[in-house]
């Protein structure tokens, strides 16, 4: 059976802070998931992902995640490790979540 | 204590520049992170899942105080306030930034602590007994001879590219508390016609395959241990295989050659490069000589007497957490650094700083990091035990449950490390939390539950009595739990119970596996391991499966 195809955006880890990261529209790098570009078509994907990683690198481990389109109309991680990328870890109230409070 | 020697510390500073200038470079855009990331590595440097991590070996676990405190300052400048001791007896910083590590190793150095080789396919942190120096069964301090491997493994030429990474933890007890039947090599000291020596043992190992060491050497001179453990890895370094990944370890290597093969391959080696080490035995002299064994004062037990009668809780935590001392008038204590709910193997900054305090005022300045993410004082009389319990019960450090269902190992499984298929941490603070509800541990006694978040077995899972892993079904947490394992001197490889359990399975499935022990244990002296092994599994399956049970019998 075919997977189902998700739409991606493209993310990384920030090269000095460590923090995940996401492409946004502008091209620019956001550590918030609902500032990233949410990218329906494969093809496009590939190009924006391809793009990316041509650039001078001030990211690490670029690649493309899965994705769901939220209510709002932003990106919801389709995947638990997306989720956690996304808000932090689960014992402490550390990373993207203490920002996000 | 080892005390660094000139050589030590300038060796150290020329590496932390050379590191700075490797950030500096890539930083600049001058290294591509393919260039840079072996070279991070080899300073133990990752970058997991929503930051860089530092991982600083802390040789043999053995720390004094000022190297504690030091710990200390580096979580409050650099990292969120706190540090993960991990199951190989190093420390992890989870949220360093890339522009502050050549600082922090530079802080590190001051104290003789480094991260070097605690990543890449080299020769690791050399483990050892965490009651190493102090125990009461122990036949000689395994340290020298760990620091021996430290400074022969360290910058090796030989053996920065091999096969894949190598661990070699060593014990100076006939009492395994090193998991040294799980080791790349594992030296077990034992006494041969009046002479010590060691049991060598090499090819085991967790992960995602797991094996029991095999014995190459039952007993090997101490004075041959460097060549030996030379020609052992120069075996591996030839004939380790370099084609999959998952087959790189030398415990393959010994699995497809067959020890008697490897044996004589490495004894060749042995034989030939012998000559070269006629030095290594000045080198354990004078290593031996900056080991300063305590001087420890007779003392008088009776504060400790009139507590134990007189105050249940310092009687409950001094029967989980001490263990017997070479000298009857001391102690070894466990500093739990399992609080029930809280992160396996966290400490605080104010936590190491109140332990490195201990450490001073009544532990001859000497401290230890347990492979079961335990902090320990190696030497406290027991007339101070009162004393020091109140001072940890004050920090948040007096848990009485070592050894217990709540001393849980996990690895950071996925709410940090990027290899991780599942979390560990929060289903081993919802068990130490369940059974603290229950009051279920101490009525179960002894017994090691061990979580990994992935196949790569960090938190020892094979070899815990029970034991968690965490994998991604199909988008989904799930649990194995396995049954049996021992990570003692009688090693053994846990079985699987069947098939996994969902992330809120998981802990109702573990108490449902508690429950079934206390009933059918047949006195409280039979422990956990030791009932699996008379009654098999069939019975705690049909506790973890019970509508299954209840299909068969229809």
């Known amino acids: 059976m075919p997977r189902k195809h998700h739409p991606k955006v493209v993310t990384a880890n920030d090269l000095l802070e460590g923090d995940v990261v996401y492409r946004t529209a502008a091209g620019s790098w956001s550590s918030d998931l609902r500032a990233a570009v949410l990218i329906e078509d494969p093809e496009q994907a590939s190009t924006e992902l391809a793009l990316a990683q041509s650039e001078p690198a001030m990211v690490v481990g670029i690649y493309l995640a899965d994705m769901e389109r939220g209510p709002d109309g932003t990106p919801q991680p389709v995947h638990f490790r997306e989720a956690f990328r996304a808000t932090g870890p689960s014992n402490y109230a550390h990373g993207k979540q203490a920002g996000l409070r | ?115 070097i080789q605690t990543s890449g396919n080299t020769i690791r942190n050399v483990t050892a007994d965490h009651f190493a120096g102090a125990a009461a069964d122990e036949l000689a301090d395994p340290r020298p001879y760990a620091e021996l491997l430290r400074q022969w493994s360290t910058d090796h030429p030989e053996f920065q590219f091999l096969p894949r990474k190598f661990k070699i933890a060593v014990s100076g007890s006939p009492n395994d508390r090193a998991v040294t039947k799980a080791h790349d090599i594992g030296l077990r000291m034992r006494r041969k016609e009046g002479e010590l020596g060691f049991e060598v043992i090499v090819g085991g190992g967790l992960g995602r395959t797991p094996m029991i060491g095999k014995v190459i050497r039952d007993f090997l ?120 709910g809280q992160t396996p193997g966290d400490a605080t900054s104010a936590q190491m700083r109140v332990l490195a305090d201990l450490a001073r005022k009544y532990g001859y300045d000497e401290l230890r990091i347990s492979h079961e993410q335990n902090v320990i004082l190696p030497h406290v009389a027991k007339t101070d035990l009162p004393a020091v319990h109140a001072a940890l019960l004050a920090a948040g450090l007096g848990t009485a449950n070592v050894g217990l269902a709540s001393d849980i190992i996990a690895c950071p499984g996925m709410d940090y490390c990027a290899l991780a298929t599942a979390r560990s941490i929060p289903v081993a603070q919802d068990i130490a939390t369940r059974v603290e509800a229950l009051r279920l541990e101490h009525a179960v006694g002894p017994l090691k539950i061990k979580i990994s978040g992935c196949i790569n077995a960090c938190g020892h899972h094979h070899v815990g009595h029970i034991g968690i892993l965490g994998l991604d079904r199909g988008g989904v947490e799930t649990y194995q739990i396995t049954l049996g394992g021992d990570a003692t001197e009688a090693a053994a490889i846990g079985q699987r119970t069947g098939p996994g359990f969902s992330y809120e399975e998981i802990v109702p499935a573990i108490e449902r596996l508690l429950k079934a022990y206390l009933d059918l244990r047949e006195s409280e002296d039979e422990l956990f391991i030791d009932a699996v092994q008379r009654v098999g599994h069939a019975p705690f399956k049909a506790a973890l499966y019970p509508t299954e049970a209840h299909a068969d019998a229809a």
């Open chain 2, 1 to 115: 204590m080892y005390t660094y020697s000139e050589f030590d510390t300038a060796f150290l500073a020329e590496r932390n520049r050379q590191f700075r200038a490797q950030v500096a470079r890539r930083i600049s855009g001058n290294l591509t992170e393919d260039e840079f990331k072996p070279l991070r590595l080899m300073n133990g440097l990752y970058l997991q899942l929503h930051a860089y991590m530092l991982r600083v070996a802390i040789p043999y676990g053995s720390l004094n105080s000022a190297q504690m405190d030091k710990l200390a300052e580096l979580a409050d400048r650099w990292d969120k306030g706190y540090g993960h001791f991990t199951t190989r007896q190093n420390i992890q910083y989870n949220w360093p930034k890339l522009n502050d590590i050549p600082d922090m190793l530079d802080a590190l150095a001051k104290v003789g602590l480094h991260a």
């Open chain 2, 221 to 340: 001179p101490l004075s041959d241990l460097l060549p030996y453990a030379e020609a052992i890895v120069h075996v591996y370094n030839r004939l380790g295989r370099r084609d999959n990944k998952y087959k790189a370890r030398i415990k393959i290597m010994v699995h497809e050659h067959g020890i008697e093969d490897v044996r004589a391959l490495v004894e060749e080696a042995f034989t030939r490069i012998k000559p070269e080490f006629a030095g290594a035995d000045t080198l354990l002299a004078q290593i031996k000589t900056r080991f300063r064994a305590p001087d420890l004062r007779p003392r008088e037990t009776q504060a400790f007497d009139t507590a134990y009668r007189r105050d249940p809780v310092f009687r409950a935590w001094a029967d989980t957490n001490l263990a017997p001392h070479r000298k009857a008038d001391h102690a070894i204590v466990t500093v739990s650094i399992k609080a029930h």
